[in-house]
């Protein structure tokens, strides 16, 4: 569990430990480490007032854009695009 900003919202994040992110996270894969840090926008647009999942993964890949240099491999950062962008898409949004 985490915390963010101030509010009318919960400021409580929980996060799903057995989500395997967020294991890979906890085991000290820096990729990972950096990647869990674009939950944060996502769930700030949802604290926001917003429930919509295109809109929180359109704003997690937006943070996640700006910054490919962090992952330690082209291609680790692309992989993780690739995720948000599916998960956009089985929201019904368009990437």
């Known amino acids: 569990m985490f915390t963010i900003g101030e509010g009318k919202f919960s400021q409580q994040i929980f996060?799903?430990?057995?989500?395997?992110?967020?294991?890979?996270?906890?085991?000290?894969?820096?990729?990972?480490?950096?990647?869990g840090s674009t939950f944060i926008p996502h769930e700030k647009v949802q604290r926001g007032g917003n429930a919509n999942e295109v809109d929180a993964y359109k704003e997690q890949r937006r943070v996640l854009d700006r910054m490919p240099g962090a992952f330690t491999d082209l291609r680790i950062y692309l992989f993780f695009r690739e995720q948000i962008n599916r998960r956009i898409i089985e929201n019904g949004g368009r990437p």
Do not use: L, M
């Open 15 to 35: 996060i799903n430990y057995k989500a395997s992110d967020v294991q890979q996270a906890a085991a000290g894969d820096r990729d990972y480490i950096v990647f």
